[in-house]
């Protein structure tokens, strides 16, 4: 497992079939207010896995800054 120590991001890797599953504490409840929030989220969570099945060191602290910068910005959009 892989923490990223900002926002609850935990990556898990499987070693049989390569799959691997984010969880973050990014989200707000599910209610409808929050739905386009959480949508955005999940595009920011499915990046963050993307980048890190292809090998990007996700952990670094400029990608760190990157992903707190994007929270930032949705939240300002939705929030």
């Given at each position: 497992m892989l923490?990223?120590?900002?926002?609850?991001?935990?990556?898990?890797s499987s070693v049989v079939g390569g799959v691997a599953?984010?969880?973050s504490q990014m989200k707000e409840d599910c209610k409808t207010?929050?739905?386009?929030?959480?949508?955005?989220?999940?595009g920011v969570e499915s990046m963050i896995l993307a980048h890190h099945s292809s090998g990007i060191d996700?952990?670094?602290?400029?990608?760190i800054e990157g992903i707190e910068t994007a929270?930032?910005?949705?939240?300002n959009k939705f929030g």
């Open positions: 923490k990223l120590g900002v926002f609850g991001i935990e990556i898990n599953t984010i969880y207010e929050n739905e386009l929030f959480n949508s955005a989220i999940d996700v952990s670094s602290s400029i990608y929270y930032e910005a949705i939240c």
